[in-house]
């Protein structure tokens, strides 16, 4: 049985390879500043989830390859993409493409990895090909999809619970439910067993980015650099934020208000009134409740999964690393 | 013998279907913009060569209906962050999407319409499936490419001719060479004729880019509210002004360098003496000359077609249309 890290240097080589293509190749600021963004680093979940789910069904997880690109790929435009949509000045502690370089080549640079993520897996056979692409094809309709709601969410007064779940799922959790669907057709599994793992990666996906929430307001550490309760800072509509504004009665609403229109002059104040409501309101439990049933619904679709049980078992765990982060 | 009205009046059919399907869908910002974008109309070029190309080899033209479909929103999607990148205010003498919109909407909705082209082949078995999207990514690479290259070129302060031709066969010239070549995959035919079709459609596109150029200049009428001369006035590294620096003296460099750092205030004198220079150094007859040659090999391209002579000739004849604009 493979560990994690076997498939992570697996798919790393694949990736070296593959900017070892891109060196020297014109025009420069395309190709750089794909070459640069990709050397960033990351976790390489997506990628990893492909291999992993080929491996489960028995078959050499090197047929996933391409599909590992096809996602990390994938994902890597949509983060220069949404870089310039969130003005992020920095990505991993390094300067964004779009301010090393500029806007245009950061639009242009995100659309030729698009195409790229795509190709990568051109070197399948018809059937599979046609199989994979549909596929990435309508997880990356959700992904802008989800992106736009989130960039409208911003500017709405009242956005439910729901709507913001419906939002992460397509902004975070689809991609990750994919991965794991190209890794199990590509090791040629059945059909419930491909949408059995695709629903538990885009359930471990909402839970995961619920759990995000949560670190960001009670982590004592920070990640990645990230301030302590920045989501807060920023008024950021996340699920504690929502769930909150629903259960407030109308003078906490008042006093919440009052709150998020506290300048920076006002961090602490804000901060440690943002969260003392969310205290007496107990979204933290709330939010706590519903990434668990996400995580216990994901985990109930590997139960039918015909595959070795160990491998089922270290998937399982990995799950549980992603959403067991302190908080 | 279908007319040019013929095969138009069946893609936009096909579009307005397309359209349809976009009414109420959410988020409205993306599907919107997208529908706004797709109603400013347009030639529909690609389209209806993928349409011709098909009916060339004798197959109904409706079989090369998602092909059309794939490169006309390729296409919008390219004009879409090709506005961004040129910060363009109007499109058909409309507001652009990140006008009426915001650049972020107009990204993200550039981003669904690139994949939504690539998703419109998904009705194609799969092995036809495979060879149209191959075809179609490495002509999106092509153009992610020229795109980039033209907004180089405005930083650099040699480009050669050569370079520029270089650059404007995959801005422009490299789709028309793919719709007309998806179109024939589309009819079954031959890989040599679909090859012959490529580059008669990739040099096409080149005298037509070289033409336009000629028109900017020369044209008494303006075209689509264009200004006469505007490349001029904004020193646009055109065809015309890189043959001028590369043909002239010294002497005549430096008075090219003078007049092109005059600013608003002095439009007529810009105009008229950049003009003077070419008519010098018969900038517009070598550009003309270059237009001919593609022109020439592209009909050369069809000779050795096997397909109805008289629908060759309808080829050809939309080609000398397109180039024959009075300059």
New interface residues.
Partial sequence: VKTHAAFLELFNNRLNEYRAELEGR?????YDSESYFLSLGGKRLRPVLALIACDLFGKDPRLALPSALAVELFHNFSLI?DD??DQAPLRRNQPTVHVKWN???A??????I???A??AL?SHK??E??KL??LL?RT??LV??G???D??FEQLKKVSVQDYIGMITGKTAVLLGCSLQMGAVSAAAGRSAQERLYEFGRLIGIAFQLSDDLLDAYADTTDFGKKKGGDILCNKKTFLMLKARELAKPAQLEELDRLMALGEDHEKEKLDGVLAIFDRLKVKDHCRKEADKRTRAAISCLGRLRAEPEKIENLKQLAYELLAREV
């Fill in positions: 014109k025009p420069a600021g395309l993409h310039i949509l806007t245009s080549t639009i242009l640079s995100g659309d030729a698009l195409v790229k795509f190709r051109e018809p059937v090909f046609r692409s549909t094809y990356a309709i802008c999809e992106q736009q709601l960039m409208e």
